[in-house]
């Protein structure tokens, strides 16, 4: 029982430093934007991607990549966020080129 109490502790005090908060931060962000994207569609009753979803996508992205570079350190986790932001953000500039928003 120690075992599993000590493991959940180690993971506790991880987040204790500032890189694990915005690491957080940026998980919550990034998984966030699925429940903005549901809530809209409920709304709808069909299948819609507010403008909310890109910018909780952009933030999530770029606060775990900085996480993943500077804290965590791992070549996956950096290029798992390095290009995500770019589509996002080229998703916005569609979205505000035809004048949905």
């Given amino acids: 029982m120690s075992q599993i109490a000590n493991y959940f502790f180690d993971i506790v005090?991880?987040?204790?430093?500032p890189w694990a908060i915005?690491?957080?931060?940026?998980?919550?962000c990034?998984?966030?934007r699925f429940l903005v994207q549901w809530i809209a569609s409920?709304?709808?009753?069909?299948s819609v991607i507010p403008v909310s979803f890109?910018?909780?996508?952009?933030?999530?992205?770029?606060?775990?990549?900085?996480?993943?570079?500077f804290y965590v350190r791992d070549?996956?986790?950096?290029?798992?966020?390095?290009?995500?932001?770019?589509?996002?953000?080229?998703?916005?500039?569609?979205?505000y080129k035809k004048g949905v928003v």
């Fill in 75 to 95: 070549p996956f986790f950096i290029l798992g966020y390095l290009f995500n932001s770019l589509v996002y953000f080229r998703n916005l500039y569609f979205i």
């Fill in 30 to 32: 990034f998984s966030s």
């Fill in 13 to 17: 005090g991880k987040l204790k430093s």
């Fill in 54 to 69: 890109w910018y909780l996508s952009i933030i999530g992205s770029v606060l775990l990549l900085a996480y993943g570079l």
């Fill in 42 to 46: 409920e709304k709808k009753k069909q």
């Fill in 22 to 28: 915005i690491g957080a931060v940026g998980m919550i």
